[in-house]
């Protein structure tokens, strides 16, 4: 299983992910590069295995590399692209994670009570 973290800060809900994922794989993404400082900081053994990615972008830029797999889920907590504050950005957050999610993929969204599930593609 492959899942995409976005607005990661530093790294808690990933590591959680990371440690319970098996023989799968989570990129965490967010917009601060102070966090990913941080969140790599703290995650050297998950990431020398595999299973954890920290990546500096903000989720209305993100794409996928060359020729790398999609995401089979993707979830984004006080995400402010995500959960309304921020609609435009939004709108084309929405679109790029579209394309690195696997069709049918879900997008779980916490901006607060409840937990909204997308099916973006």
């Not at 899942?3 to 990371?18: F, K, N, W």
Request: aromatic letters at 4%.
């Amino acid at each position: 299983m492959r899942v995409l973290e976005i607005g990661c800060g530093p790294g808690a809900a990933a590591r959680e992910v990371a440690r319970r994922i098996g023989d799968g794989q989570i990129t965490a993404i967010d917009r601060s590069a102070a966090a990913i400082r941080l969140a790599t900081a703290q995650n050297d053994p998950l990431i020398a295995s595999g299973r954890l990615k920290f990546v500096h972008v903000a989720a209305e830029d993100y794409e996928l590399a060359p020729g790398e797999t999609r995401f089979d889920l993707a979830f984004a907590v006080r995400v402010g692209a995500l959960d309304g504050r921020h609609p435009e950005a939004g709108r084309l957050a929405l679109a790029r994670i579209t394309a690195a999610l696997c069709p049918g993929a879900p997008l779980f969204v916490d901006g607060g009570d409840p937990i909204r599930k997308l099916w973006p593609s």
